[in-house]
């Protein structure tokens, strides 16, 4: 067994020693809490850019933390957006960030605050527990306005996934809010919680809910995704993928990112139990022994899908059905004005990295507060990194406009460009794992890349681009047309290739390109798709086919 699978099996469910921790102060927790933490929806970083000068002084790291709400299907009041921001200012950095899973990040929080922060957020109606760790993860679902009653069912599913795969554990209430009940009953649970166990899960495990043929959730990166079957207005089943992850190691060919596959076809009503039998076989079968070959990805890539079906239909005692058809033909961002089923509108705003915030010219971070404290529409976080805003009146419409152009925020998503289709992890300074730039070099290089397009006659094509500061690919960089992923402080590798609708994995193209000579190095890539491609051919399906074609002719 690694180190971390005695610290949660010793943990008595999730509690440790962080409440006396707190209790003494300090700047950080020792390395065991600090593992503990992570469930409770918070990491111990420190700020990478001080690190060289503290050293120098001979001071220690300068210790941070950040704090994740998880947000099922990304739905959010009004009021618990608001209430972010304002803890944003008074706990954190005065920043807000939209997760790739739809949920919010608070960074730069000291640990003497983040009692008061915790118990601030359960105020409102919202959680950080199980926002980390090795436990499901925040459920992913398409975050438009639900059109059929089948759309609505399958956004309910995510939020029934949420409720059910919360661990079972009265530590974060004891901890963050001094035991005080909430106004839900709260009955003491088993020692041992009734579906993780006493060591929760091997690794992560994330879940998503999909309803083709908008991919808007990326459910082929997930360890399980649940695609909505709709048959006329009526929501038939869902079919099941399994074995989705997009994390791995440099240097090491025993971990890959990989696309889930197809498992069954599940009933509605069924569809829960599915999920826990999937889960449980995860938890009695993962790797606890090396943490980087520990997701679900690996029994289903190594044992076999056939062995996880038989298994889980051992679990449940029936057969399962055959996987139906599935069938994605794009991933909508829903930026823009769109009009809703019942006469409202819905506005899309697109956030660059996700990160809220009043950078000049825009204020961001103002124009969204001050539009939502003013006309109270109800909140939608994408899998992009953007917000939405829900259930405007039409007479709204050119109110909003303006308070946004007056804060510098477009609302014309084509006038976006490259930026449109990005995503980029947080990395360097609060990641401790990136290896490199992300979040911070994007805009730049999205604005060389942009230079090359105007200049080689590619105006206005679309490129989806996702940047990570390390392997691990939390912006999910081996799906879609360009991938950028860090390999050491300057070095870069570079992956072309997958499909605009995200069902396959791009491939590696160039290893360990400097930051500076990205640009020039897809160029002969860009030049190649411009001269040779079929009509309305995007860039992946390019270098996919062409990959195809080269492995024939070899």
């Known amino acids: 067994m690694s ?40 990491y111990q970083q420190e700020d990478r850019d001080a690190r060289r000068e503290r050293k120098a002084s001979g001071l220690g790291p300068a210790y941070q933390f950040m704090l994740r709400t998880r947000v099922p299907g990304g739905v959010l009041t009004p009021e618990q957006y608001l209430a972010e921001d304002e803890l944003a200012g008074r706990f954190a950095n005065g920043t807000l960030r939209v997760t790739t899973r739809q949920g919010l990040q ?16 359960t105020s409102v109606l919202l959680t950080s527990l199980a926002a980390c760790g090795d436990v499901n993860r ?8 639900p059109r059929t009653p089948a759309q609505a069912q399958a956004a309910q599913l995510a939020q029934e996934l949420a409720v ?30 009734p579906i993780y166990g006493p060591a929760y899960l091997p690794r992560k495990f994330k879940m998503a809910v999909a309803v083709p043929p908008d991919n808007c959730v990326d459910a082929y990166t997930q360890d399980l995704a649940f695609l909505a079957d709709v048959r006329g207005e009526e929501l038939a089943g869902y079919t099941v993928l399994v074995g989705g992850g997009m994390g791995m190691t440099h240097g090491k060919s025993t971990t890959y990112p990989r696309v889930a596959t197809p498992l069954c076809f ?64 794009d991933v909508c961002d829903h930026l ?59 007479a709204h419409r050119a109110s909003i406009d303006a308070l946004l152009r007056g804060h510098g925020v477009p609302t014309d998503p084509d006038a976006l460009g490259l930026r449109r289709h990005a995503l980029a992890c947080p990395a360097i300074p609060t990641c401790g794992l990136a290896l490199a730039e992300s979040e911070r070099a994007l805009p730049a290089l999205l604005d060389e890349i942009a230079n090359v397009l105007d200049e080689i006659g590619l105006h206005g094509e679309r490129l989806s681009i996702r940047m990570t500061g390390c392997p691990n690919g939390c912006a999910r960089p081996y799906m879609g047309d360009v991938g950028i992923v860090g390999r050491s402080r300057d070095l870069y590798d570079l992956f072309v290739g997958g499909d605009w609708a995200n069902t396959r994995l791009n491939r590696l193209y160039r290893s360990a390109v400097p930051r500076a000579q990205i640009v020039d190095a897809l160029r002969p890539a860009l030049l ?17 086919d062409l990959a195809v074609v080269s492995a024939a002719e070899s």
């Open 106 to 121: 608070l960074h730069g929080v000291l640990k003497g605050d983040l009692r008061a922060l915790v118990r601030e957020l």
């Open 164 to 193: 059910h795969f919360t661990p079972a554990t009265r530590a974060y209430h004891e901890i963050w809010i001094d035991g005080e009940k909430l106004d839900v009953p709260q009955l003491e649970p088993p020692a041992v919680d």
């Open 138 to 145: 925040n459920v992913m679902a398409c975050p438009s306005h």
């Open 336 to 394: 823009g004005w769109s009009l809703q089923p019942d006469g409202k509108w819905a506005l899309g705003i697109a956030v660059l990295s996700g990160r809220i915030a009043d950078t000049p010219p825009m204020q961001l971070r103002t124009a969204l507060r001050e539009t939502i404290a003013r006309f109270k529409p109800s909140i939608r976080l994408t899998g992009q990194q953007n917000v939405l805003l829900h259930d405007v009146d039409r």
């Open 3 to 42: 180190d971390v699978e005695g610290i949660k099996r010793e943990s008595r469910a999730l509690r440790g020693r962080i409440a006396e921790s707190l209790a003494a102060g300090g700047t950080h927790f020792d390395q065991d809490d600090a593992q503990l933490v992570k469930f409770h929806g918070i």
């Open 266 to 329: 599940v009933r509605p009503a069924d569809a829960i139990a599915l999920a826990e039998a999937v889960l449980t076989t995860q938890r009695d079968f993962g790797d606890r022994s090396n943490r980087k070959h520990a997701r679900l990805k690996y029994l289903v890539q190594e044992r076999g899908i056939e062995w996880l079906r038989a298994e889980v239909e051992m679990r449940l005692g029936v057969a399962l059905e055959a996987p139906g058809s599935v069938e994605f033909t």
């Open 528 to 544: 190649e798709w411009r001269d040779r491609r079929r009509l309305g051919q995007t860039f992946g399906e390019f270098f996919s």
